[in-house]
């Protein structure tokens, strides 16, 4: 016989995006079950190395951003960004980023963002343990370890999960909602039946994790870089420091429809990091990769849902990747959490796919075009010429020349304001629309606005306290005019059960982008409406909110 186990939220996969789900649940204080097909303790991909502003955003809500600022490099090592002829070799350009001491510091090219949480380089193999930790201090949250959904059936109201366990073992969870959070490959994706669309092969990579106390030394007298891109005759590929000392992971490209093993293993790694035989270093962990741009057809079925690489795939220019995905897993939180908890009408439940499916569509465009960028920089059709690596004035020019093409290229990937606070959502059932249009983005560049589906923008109410701090997981109606009237907001809300904190502001303290008096701010810190009065139809607002469906004839 299976055994039996219930929780109101059903989670496949404890990566980053699962768990990060789950503890947003379980913070709403609903009951979560995780099951993850790796071995408890067993190590992730290293894959993922930049952890976004607009995630440790969310990671101070969860009480953890300071654990993951502090973990993986050390205080002093920078995490700039090199192109070069190999580790050893000439630079042709260099994009200056902060070692964690040097944050505070100006000048850097993503110092002037409005957040309270500057991104962060740090391995997933750091990240993942700090997120464990946290899931497994909530008593609500339960954890099954070789464990994999196998199959689901679902009434208007619940569902049963059927899952198999490493051992040979059935499990059936009877639940409210299942979200596969279980990766590319992902088996609730396949159960649900759900295609993915769009560039099955853009890139492919051979990465290696190896330990070698000899590398860092490659760097000579130059300050050492946290991420280094290298173009050569032999090999391209990159390097990144993952604990600034003596672990690093390195990526080699594998050209054209090349099997992978063609890739010379051991000559590759020596190619991208311009050493000979003599050299000594020790593999830790290979992974053959594809980079895709791939996103799901629709990310739902019934009480069924898909985040992150489930539901979408694409090459990890910008390290959006995750960051995507657990942005996802936020607004998957919020319309789950609304509807058990029983404030929301289901129909909130279509939010998740609507807001979040053409973001994931936006990204991953703005993601390729940056690898076109690059591939017409660095001529993709042929062998990069030896002149790259060689020294003296005629290699100098070279290198000066494709430099200034890259750095001009890619500091917006690696400061992506566009992807971490442009981004809006601009079809959504439940967002109070008022006819003005949001301002456009790149993935470099982002304008604060306070238009419905735009983020809220960042201030800080005091040293230290950003005006995130100050709101509610579902909604805040923010008011910067203690003299307006919100008592019918307040009324409608609470006949209908939403659930509305306020928060007062003093209108000093808000940036001029705040033209309005009054604004309704999620919990994901999407703005749902604005206006300088309560509305005269408050309690058809607060319908929307909720995600009532108009009523039928």
Sequence with gaps: MAEALRATVIVAGAGPVGMSLAIDAAMRGLDVTVVEARRAGEPPSTKCNTVAARTLETFRRFGVADKIRAAGLPDDYPTDVIYASSLSGPEFTRIAMPARRERAKLGYIDSGWQTPEPMVRVSQIYLEPILLQRMQEFPNIRLLNETTVEGYTQTADGITVTCARESGETVEIHGRFLAGCDGGRSATRKVM????????????????????????????????????WIVNHKAQGNVVAINGEDVWLVHRAVRGDMPFEQLAFDQSIRDVLGVGPEFRYEVLHHEDWIGRRLVAD????????????????????????????????????????????????????????????????????????????????????????????????????????????????NVPQFA??????????????????????????????????????????????????????????????????????????????????????????????????????????????????????????????????????????
């Excluded at 051979?206 to 070698?212: D, H, N, P, W």
């Excluded at 539901?311 to 990890?316: G, K």
């Excluded at 029983?342 to 994931?360: C, F, H, N, S, V």
């Excluded at 005269?536 to 995600?547: E, H, K, P, T």
């Design 416 to 553: 992506p304001a566009g992807l971490n606070f442009g981004y809006y959502y601009e079809a959504s059932p439940v967002i109070a629309y008022d006819g003005e249009n949001a301002p456009l983005y790149t993935m470099g560049e982002a304008t604060p606005s306070t238009v419905p589906g735009c983020r809220m923008p960042h201030f800080w109410l005091a040293k230290g306290v950003s005006v995130y701090d100050r709101l509610s997981s579902d909604y805040t109606l923010v008011r910067f005019d203690p003299e307006v009237d919100i008592q019918p907001l307040r009324d409608a809300a609470k006949v209908a059960g939403l659930p509305l904190a306020v928060l007062d502001i003093d209108q000093k303290l808000a940036p001029a982008v705040f033209r309005q008096k009054l604004l309704i701010v999620r919990g994901d810190q999407h703005i749902a409406w604005r206006g300088d009065a309560a509305p005269a139809d408050a309690a058809g607002l607060v319908a929307r909110l909720r995600g009532a469906r108009p009523a039928t004839a």
């Design 298 to 409: 629709r990310f739902r079925d019934g009480n069924v849902f898909i985040a992150g690489d489930a539901a979408h795939l694409w090459v990890p220019y910008a390290g959006y990747g995750m960051n995507a995905g657990i942005a996802d897993a936020m607004n998957l939180s919020f319309v789950l959490s609304g509807v058990a908890r029983g404030w929301a009408d289901t129909g909130l439940l279509d939010a998740y796919e609507a807001e979040r499916q053409p973001i994931t569509e936006q990204v991953s465009r703005h993601a390729i075009a940056k690898v076109m960028e690059n591939a017409a920089a660095l001529g993709a059709r042929g062998t990069p010429p030896k002149i790259l690596a060689r020294r003296g004035p005629v290699g100098a020019l070279v290198r000066w020349l494709l430099g200034r093409k890259l750095y001009r290229i």
């Design 193 to 228: 039946g759900v295609s993915l669309s769009g560039d099955a092969v853009i890139s492919r990579t051979r990465s290696t994790l190896i330990r070698s106390p000899d590398l860092k030394r490659l760097f000579g007298s130059r300050r050492p870089a946290w991420m280094s």
